[in-house]
Nanobody
Framework: VQVVESGGGLVQPGNSLTLSCAASGFQINRYAIGWFRQAPGKEREAVSCISSRDGNPLYADSVKGRFTVSRDSAKNTVNLQMNGLKPEDTAVYYC???????????????????WGQGTRVTVSS
């Protein structure tokens, strides 16, 4: 079981970026997928997740209304569309998979079993 993030980069404030989490060794629609981030000098924090059953999303207050998580079962990926990016969104973004078949997901990183290596997002002018 493996997840790999991609899509990070340098963007100006107000612009958009889409991160992708590709799964291998399992069907991504059978796992809850979470997105987390760690800014320089700070602890890792939850960003969003999407449930295995029904694909229901959940967002941290800091990104609600700006970020959208979605699943592409055909490509076995989960995407995080980030709009209206701010300098405080600068971080390494991680996706993680939780073997949990349910209609809801959670934003507790201890619940996630498999983690990617992260992709760096820098928001700066």
């Amino acid at each position: 079981v493996q997840v790999v993030e991609s899509g990070g980069g340098l963007v100006q404030p107000g612009n958009s970026l889409t991160l992708s989490c590709a799964a291998s060794g399992f069907q991504i629609n059978r796992y809850a997928i979470g997105w987390f981030r760690q800014a320089p000098g700070k602890e890792r924090e939850a960003v969003s997740c999407i449930s295995s059953r029904d694909g229901n999303p959940l967002y941290a207050d800091s990104v609600k209304g700006r970020f959208t998580v979605s699943r592409d079962s055909a490509k076995n990926t989960v995407n995080l569309q980030m709009n209206g990016l701010k300098p405080e969104d600068t971080a390494v973004y991680y996706c993680a998979a939780e073997n949990y078949w349910f209609t809801k997901c959670d934003l507790l990183e201890d619940e996630y079993d498999y983690w990617g290596q992260g992709t760096r997002v820098t928001v700066s002018s």
